[in-house]
Every structure is written in structure tokens, then in C-alpha cells.
């Protein structure tokens, strides 16, 4: 256990539906991200949340919506998505120390099947 | 930007000892670090080179040379356990992002 939780961990949705996924990290952090993980591929930074602002968005498509509500939670926000969006999502946190945010605590990740 | 290349592969025994090299392209960065990744799981924060040298922790060490721009995970004395993939990141200063950049990963296959 890393300190960092995410629901749900399994998720299977049609283009038309609308979804999120949630991220709560138990760590007392100040920075909460979002990755896309696709096979054989690098982690692909896609949000990144800095005392709840987001500071990054990394020409993400507009039908992934983030939603950072306090420092411990973090959402992404899902609708009508498309098949090449199949991936795992991790989200990770970590402590900001000026610019400074060298290890990040990722979560398990939604493994997300869009048929 | 950013960018890192590491080998996709690597096949071992137990007990030996294994090399994954980091190359990379930066714009600007504070340090390089190391994650292992077991299939479906979570990735996991190995070590952190912010100066030229080697650190070691325990069996794992990992190295940075700014002016090769390069870097590697050396995996002593493997073990079954350390089949996972394993992916190096850069954390970028201000100017160039600010985030950790991955490269592709390698994966290290340890046989009996």
C-alpha cells in the first residue's frame, strides 16, 4: 500500500457514457497527478494539480475533465470517450518542496476497457 | 522537452547482476530517478540522482553522469522478485515543465 487509493479498479464503458474515476491519497501531500498508461508506451503525464490549481495540462482532449476539490482528492471525469482510450490510469501524488517533486506515490490505477 | 530511451528488454538469471541504461534529452532537469513496475501494479520509487555518482541502496544502485547525459539502474544478486519493469524519469526544472518525464520502461525477465 502506497498511501494512495484509487476507485474504482476495473472499468468497462461505452462511448456514450459518462464516468469518473477518483483518486484519495492518505500521505498529507500537495501535489496530485494524472497518468495514462497504454501497452508499450511511456506513462504520459496528462494533469497535474499543485495546492489544488491545476498547473498542467498536457494536450489532454477535452473529454478527459479533471476535478481537484482539496489536496487529497483528485477526479477524472469521463465522456464519450473513444476505443484508443483503453488504458490504465494511475494517479500519483507527492510532495512539493518549491519546484521540487522528485518521488511521486502512485496509486493502483482503473484499468478502463471503452467498447 | 524531454525525452528518455532505455532498452525494452533484458533477460538474467537469478543471482546475477543486470545494467539498465538511461539515456536522455533534456531541456533542463533537477535529477533523475528510477521506478520498478510489477505487472498490475503500481509503480514504485526506486532511487533519486540529483549529482553525478553512484548511489546504492542495498541490492539496487542507480548512477547520473550530467555530461554523458546518462544514467543506469544496476540490480545486483537477482532475485525471481525482480522481474518487473523498470522506467527512468527526469524531473524537469521550471523552465522545461516541471514534471517527471518518462522513458519507455524496461523489462527485466529474471530466470531460475
Known amino acids: 500500500e502506497t498511501g494512495v487509493t484509487q476507485t474504482p479498479r476495473h472499468l468497462v464503458m461505452g462511448m456514450t457514457n459518462k464516468k469518473s474515476l477518483k483518486c484519495e491519497q492518505h500521505?498529507?501531500?500537495?501535489?496530485m497527478y494524472w497518468y495514462k498508461q497504454s501497452a508499450k508506451k511511456p506513462l504520459e503525464l496528462m494533469f497535474v494539480?499543485?495546492?489544488?490549481?491545476?498547473?498542467e495540462n498536457n494536450s489532454v482532449p477535452s473529454r478527459f475533465s479533471p476535478e481537484c476539490p482539496n489536496s487529497s482528492h483528485l477526479f477524472l471525469h469521463l465522456h464519450t470517450l473513444q476505443p484508443e482510450d483503453s488504458a490504465l490510469y494511475l494517479c500519483?501524488?507527492?510532495?512539493?518542496?518549491?519546484?521540487?517533486?522528485?518521488?511521486?506515490?502512485f496509486g493502483p490505477g482503473t484499468r478502463l476497457t471503452v467498447t | 522537452g524531454q525525452s528518455l530511451e532505455q532498452p525494452s528488454e533484458v533477460t538474467a538469471v537469478e543471482g546475477a547482476i543486470v545494467q539498465i541504461n538511461c539515456t536522455y534529452q533534456?531541456?533542463?532537469?533537477?535529477?533523475l530517478s528510477w521506478y520498478q513496475q510489477h505487472d498490475g501494479g503500481a509503480p514504485t520509487f526506486l532511487s533519486y540522482?540529483?549529482?553525478?555518482g553512484l548511489e546504492e541502496t542495498g541490492r539496487f544502485s542507480s548512477f547520473l553522469s550530467r555530461s554523458d547525459s546518462y544514467g543506469y539502474l544496476l540490480l545486483q544478486e537477482l532475485q525471481m522478485k525482480d522481474s518487473a519493469s523498470y522506467f527512468c524519469?527526469?524531473?524537469?526544472?521550471?523552465?522545461?515543465?516541471?514534471?517527471?518525464?518518462f522513458g519507455g520502461g524496461t523489462r527485466v525477465l529474471v530466470k531460475p
Open positions: 500519483a501524488s507527492s510532495l512539493l518542496e518549491g519546484d521540487l517533486s522528485y518521488e511521486q506515490y
Open positions: 500521505l498529507g501531500h500537495n501535489a
Open positions: 494539480y499543485n495546492f489544488k490549481e491545476q498547473t
Open positions: 533534456t531541456s533542463g532537469f533537477y535529477g
Open positions: 540522482n540529483a549529482l553525478d
Open positions: 524519469a527526469v524531473q524537469g526544472i521550471k523552465a522545461a515543465g516541471n514534471k517527471l518525464t
